[in-house]
């Protein structure tokens, strides 16, 4: 059984998510695209203003290839 040590904060997830981002180095209007999403969403993304749906989220960690674990402070 797995016991989490403190709560998950979603600005943490945020900030873990908007640094993935950054270091995929493809750019904000590449990641929407591949998203179907506009490129101010990615924006909003970056500046922690919006969080991606779930099914989104999931996508979006495929597209910058890293695990949803490692975002979410699984890892």
């Given at each position: 059984?797995?016991?989490l040590l403190g709560m998950?904060?979603?600005q943490d997830i945020q900030k873990r998510l908007r640094?993935?981002?950054t270091e995929s180095k493809?750019?904000?209007t590449e990641i929407a695209r591949r998203l179907g999403v506009s490129q101010?969403?990615?924006s909003k993304y970056m500046?922690?203003?919006k969080f991606p749906s779930l099914d989104?989220?999931?996508?979006?960690?495929?597209i910058i290839d890293v695990s949803?674990?490692?975002i979410l402070g699984l890892r």
């Open positions: 059984m797995c016991y998950i904060e979603l640094e993935a981002i493809l750019s904000q101010s969403t990615v500046r922690l203003d989104t989220f999931a996508n979006l960690c495929e949803a674990d490692e």
